[in-house]
């Protein structure tokens, strides 16, 4: 078993520093998107640094394979990154929503940030590939072939990286979870493959470890710190949700929050939606009195549904909420109550796209 797990370890890692790759591209979008939206440019940017990234990193990482092939360097390598993922809670607080701030030029903004919080680990990840290349010690005669496996299985790591954490992570464990997860990960994976476990090495891991976690929650205590009107902050498969009290003119609203777009909010004294423009939506009346059913596209926070069936007690609403982590959220924060003249239709509205 051993003997198997030493043969193919390359390939392990090679497989797992690939997934890790895709899984830090795809956060970058829900780690930038409260302060700079997550609009085409978004993406462009975070794509196109993360590929600079990359090559710089391939680049290097052959560069410094050739100069010096041990395997203990690859482990460093990789316990380098394992740091700089966990430094990305705090730089968001420090760095992207300050720049954020300061800068007026979206594109700009954007690049920048992906420069500075998802450069380097992107970059020490894809310095793996090459430099385990070299490790594997191929002949001339089989160079080709030990390349493409390689190349594959990292490539392979991608795309399970990809769907792993669009379908199941990010929507079940949120942004700040996944980044502590794929620290230790990598952190772990590095240790595995470090050949000479001395005392002294042990003792440096460790110091390492105790350094990732507290710049890791010394990043989660600013973020609260900077940002005490945030009641929740969370991921859904379709974006980030903050729920923030806010003092306006006087009122205390809670407000629902999705990206940089605010979606609801509500009178916390009067528990009235706050957005008064959605009264207008009673003028269906001057065009039929006698409508009984209303079907409304988007819930948000349930605003004015719950507005619907306080002031029209004799008539249904069908509500199309596409994201059911919406619903949940108006329930427990907004006042939403289940109702037999409120019928959610989220669920059924997902199932419908699929079978498109």
Known sequence: ?????????????????????????LIAARVLSPYVGSSNIIWTSIIGVILISMSLGYWYGGKLADKNPKRNLLSNIILLSALFTS??????????????????NLGIVAILCSLLVFAIPSFLLATISPYAIRLKEASKENIGKVSGNLSAFSTLGSIVGTFLSGFVLIPNMGVKSIILSLSI????????????????????????????????????????????????????EYSRIWVTRQEINGKSYQMLQVDTGLESYIDEETKQMGAKYLEYYDLFEC???????????????????RHYLDKYPEKTMDV?????????????????????????????????FKCM
């Open 1 to 25: 078993m051993k003997q198997k797990i030493e043969k193919y370890m390359l390939e392990c890692i090679v497989f797992v520093c690939g997934a890790a790759i895709m899984v830090l591209e």
């Open 287 to 305: 065009f039929n009195k006698e409508a009984n059913h209303t079907l409304l596209i988007g819930g948000a926070a349930y605003t004015y549904p």
């Open 185 to 236: 990960l990598l952190f772990l994976l590095a240790i595995f493959i470090y050949e000479e476990k001395t005392r002294k090495y042990c003792i440096a891991v460790f110091v390492l470890l105790l350094c990732m976690l507290g710049f890791f929650f010394a990043g989660n205590y600013l973020f609260t710190l900077e940002n005490p009107d945030i009641i929740l902050d969370t991921d859904s």
């Open 320 to 352: 199309v909420e596409i994201d059911s982590q919406m619903t949940k959220l108006a329930k427990e924060y907004f006042g939403l109550q289940d109702s037999p003249r409120l019928r959610n239709l989220s669920s059924r509205w997902k199932n419908l």
């Open 87 to 104: 430094i990305i809670p705090l730089l968001e607080v420090s760095v992207v929503k300050k720049l954020a701030l300061l800068i007026p």
